[in-house]
């Protein structure tokens, strides 16, 4: 037993509890991305209970790759896994300190951009600090002001915190959930983790899936309803949400929502606030030890962001910005412009390259490693995903994590600026369910009759829909079109961001690589919520406010390009490689995707000549090869993971 403490800590890299050497000394903020998992049961003495702490914490070892650590008491057991961002040497977890007679113990998934100001505040209440790491600065914020210190966090996060005195464990999440968490209160027992698996580690929680769960894949994938865990008792702590489990239970609540009111600002003062938040955000979210790099695809988002960093890496004498971009083999030959992918990105890289004078990596990939990264990213997703754009991006981190272990990227901005095809069409704006998945057709049709009545796809999506729609946060006064652009900016929001931000923590995540989102900073969002629709188009043009307010920081050309979604696979060589891995499931009698789909249909489907010039199912990228892709990875989930149909 450690001096003055029942727990027992294991760390790997890692020292004793409460000592001075925990904690990470950077140039500003700390931050520790990583994994973290727990256990809590009143029920049993946990301590007797360590290899299973361990391997929960195990199955994120990707997430923290530099460090691991354990904490065990009786009844609550804590786990994480560390990756090193800012002073590798130090910063180990879980980290406990004392005030007065109880202890509190702390595991943190994140980073706190006002890390200094929190800080300093605390300091001038009487608080004295042992480290410079915002591990610390987070704990000691919840001992003094407990619940009411989300508040005043800005960054993402989601951490634990066992609470002697009340003897409950309290957890939240960041505001928008760019960091994950996800956990399970079933007989008594409380599970967290920062992705499922650390939970199906547990020998009391089986990977199984009831009819919500299936609706979940097959109505609604890859995008998922907050809260579900689609793994039958798992949920998910939702965006902007905390939790407390003690032994009465679990009680949960959210303490940040989106609040609608009037907007004050000209257009002029709106673009120059813009600009001043994106700048000051974008900043902060420099501050490393490590290799940053910004990801740049030429388009409006990447390229405001490389260019704010780029101006900032020069101010800070810190020399030429490295930038990251993908492509892959022969779309050159292949690409064909639509109204969901209008231009191909390369040459406006290059533009953009040249015009910052980054030093440049152009990272380019064939259909077979490919085909073979979709197995990769169900294993980082946990489920079926965004078939070859989740596989994409896998070996794009990869890569990147070679050179680099920080990079900046621009989700968001399409969501919060209304930047979308489905934003701006009549279609979209009029059909009665999710504006970027107006096919539900194509999920419906390769579906097994029996699981088509059990799941009845169209129903559960359309309840889904009312659901979100029950929940926006409406201003009086607003005419029928402003009342449904702020309905489309709520489900865009709410909805289809959280499968790109898990899509992005996930698969970086999954090779060690930190990705930031700069776009999703709460003020940002917070305040380009409430900007008139008028002001958002100004110019007439998608994202027009967003635009203006980086006149001066881009270029003409770019600051007018149409926008263009992540790249795709245009090779037909990778269609034929997908359909020809689907027909061999449908002739092996063992898979268990069988049961659950049209064996005839797909397999006629799969023979057909289906291509990319089908009207995307999903998004903006997941059309004809994407629908073989994602059936391939239902079908890889349910082996893979052993998962039971009940």
Not at 526 to 537: A, F, G, L, M, Q
């Amino acid at each position: 037993m450690f001096p003055q403490h029942s727990a027992y800590l294991t760390n790997k890299n890692a020292y004793a509890v409460d000592c001075p050497s925990f904690g990470c000394i950077g140039r500003k903020d700390g931050e520790i991305m990583c994994g973290i998992t727990g256990w809590l049961d009143y029920q049993k003495n946990l301590t007797q209970h360590s290899e299973t702490l361990l391997n929960m914490t195990e199955t994120l070892a990707a997430r923290g790759p530099d460090a691991s650590g354990t904490w065990i008491t009786a009844h609550c057991a804590l786990g994480h896994r560390r990756l090193s961002v800012i002073d590798p040497e130090n910063g180990a977890q879980p980290m406990t300190r004392i005030y007065g007679d109880y202890h509190y113990t702390i595991v943190y998934n994140g980073e706190l951009y006002n890390a200094l100001e929190l800080r300093k505040e605390l300091e001038d209440r009487g608080h004295r600090f042992r480290t410079h790491c915002d591990t610390e600065v987070l704990l000691i914020s919840f001992v003094e002001w407990g619940r009411g210190c989300l508040d005043r966090l800005n960054g993402i996060f989601a951490f634990a915190i066992w609470d002697e005195n009340e003897e409950n464990l309290f957890l939240a999440r960041d505001r928008l959930g760019v960091k994950p968490l996800f956990y399970s209160f079933y007989k008594g027992v409380f599970l967290f983790g920062s992705e499922p698996k650390a939970i199906l580690a547990h020998p009391d929680f089986p990977a199984e899936i009831d009819r919500e769960g299936l609706a979940e894949i097959f109505a609604l994938g890859p995008a998922r309803t907050p809260g579900h865990g689609v793994y039958r008792n798992l949920e998910e702590l939702k965006p902007g949400h905390f939790l407390v489990a003690d032994r009465n239970g679990i009680r949960k609540d959210a303490y940040w929502r989106l609040i609608s009111k009037p907007h004050e600002h000209s257009v002029d003062q709106t673009a120059a606030h813009l600009q001043d938040l994106l700048r000051d955000t974008v900043e902060r979210q420099l501050v490393s030890d490590v290799p940053v790099c910004t990801l740049l695809s030429g388009g409006l988002d990447s390229s405001a962001l490389t260019a704010l960093a780029a101006a900032y890496y020069n101010r800070e004498g810190q020399g030429r910005v490295p930038t990251f971009s993908v492509d892959y083999v022969d779309n050159d030959k292949h690409f064909t412009a639509s109204a969901f992918q209008p231009n191909a990105d390369a040459p406006w890289i290059k533009r953009m390259s040249d015009y910052l004078d980054t030093v440049h990596h152009a990272v380019q990939f064939d259909t077979p490693e490919l085909t073979e990264a979709l197995t990769e990213a169900v294993l980082a997703r946990d489920l079926p995903g965004m078939a070859d754009v989740d596989a994409s991006l896998y070996l794009f981190c990869k890569e990147i994590k070679k050179l680099a272990t920080v990079a900046v990227s621009g989700e968001a901005a399409d969501e919060i600026f209304g930047g979308y095809p489905w934003f701006h069409r009549e279609e979209s704006l009029t059909a009665n369910t999710f504006p970027w998945s107006l096919k539900m057709q194509t999920r419906v049709d390769v579906l097994h009759p029996e699981i088509r009545d059990l799941i009845q796809p169209e129903q559960y999506a359309a309840e889904r829909y009312a659901q979100a729609l029950a929940e926006v946060p409406h201003l009086a006064g607003e005419n029928a079109d402003e009342r449904r652009m702020r309905e489309i900016s709520y489900l865009n929001i709410t909805r289809f961001m959280p499968t790109l931000l898990d899509r992005k923590d996930r698969m970086s995540m999954a090779v060690g690589l930190e990705v930031r989102v700069p776009f999703c900073d709460h003020r940002l969002v917070e305040y380009v919520w409430n900007i008139p629709w008028e002001i958002k188009t100004a110019g007439d043009r998608e994202k027009g406010i967003l635009r203006k307010a980086l006149k001066g920081v881009l270029p003409e050309d770019v600051l007018t390009r149409k926008k263009s979604p992540y790249p795709k696979t245009h090779n037909p060589s990778y269609t034929a490689s997908v359909k020809k891995w689907v027909l061999d499931i449908l002739d092996d009698s063992s898979s268990p995707l069988l049961p659950l789909i049209d064996t005839a249909y797909v397999c006629k489907l799969a023979e057909s000549s289906v291509d990319d010039r089908i009207v995307p199912w999903f998004g903006q990228l997941m059309s004809g090869p994407q629908l073989f892709a994602y059936l391939a990875q239902v079908d890889t989930w349910l082996r893979m993971y052993k998962v039971a149909v009940k």
